[in-house]
């Protein structure tokens, strides 16, 4: 089998025909695209807020600190732990000098300053002034509450209570009580 080989002539004349066939059609084939749109990472994008100078912030950032809740006022409380003196219904003798105590906790937020108060709420002062300084505790802490009463001339069951106040003059707290059986010294 022989084979013939094409012209040289023919060659040209195909690629010829191809090219002319392929004019214009570059287009076609690898259109012009258009021009890439510029990426933006979306912290650099454009914004409709507008930018905020220092001072703009600032002046925000107090509004909003003006306008913050008031911190809550602190508790107050009491609570009596134990007489550490004169036991509910001890006996003493009238005109006797009893000197009471308290041991009490603050367990209330607050401390307690000279502005805090104890003041008689039920029964007789014995002897005592009716307003008191509390004794000064910070919160968390116990107290000792210490009172001198004088026992009444006459004889009988005395009970005084009293109670903690705020400087608002609010009360708070357990009470604390002094009970006692007076008796005239003869009467043993």
Request: with cysteine; glycine share 6%; net charge negative.
């Amino acid at each position: 089998m022989s084979r013939v080989k094409p012209h040289p002539a023919t060659w040209q004349l195909a690629l010829l025909l191809i090219l002319t066939a392929c004019s214009g059609s570059v287009e076609r084939l690898f259109p012009a695209q258009q021009p890439a749109e510029i990426y933006r990472p979306p912290a650099l994008a454009a914004s409709s807020t507008p930018v905020q100078s220092a001072a703009q912030v600032l002046t925000a950032t107090s509004t909003l600190a003006a306008e913050a809740p008031p911190t809550p006022a602190c508790l107050n409380n009491l609570l009596f732990v134990e007489d550490l003196s004169v036991p509910d219904g001890s006996v003493v003798t009238t005109g006797a000098l009893i000197d009471k105590r308290w041991r009490v906790e603050n367990n209330g937020t607050c401390n307690w300053d000279a502005q805090f108060r104890l003041k008689l709420v039920a029964g007789s002062e014995l002897g005592a002034r009716v307003e008191q300084a509390l004794y000064p505790a910070r919160s968390g802490t116990q107290a000792t509450i210490r009172i001198i009463f004088t026992a009444p001339q006459e004889p009988g069951a005395y009970r005084s209570a009293w109670q903690a106040f705020s400087p608002a003059g609010a009360p708070f707290g357990d009470p604390i009580f002094i009970d006692i059986l007076v008796e005239t010294p003869d009467s043993n």
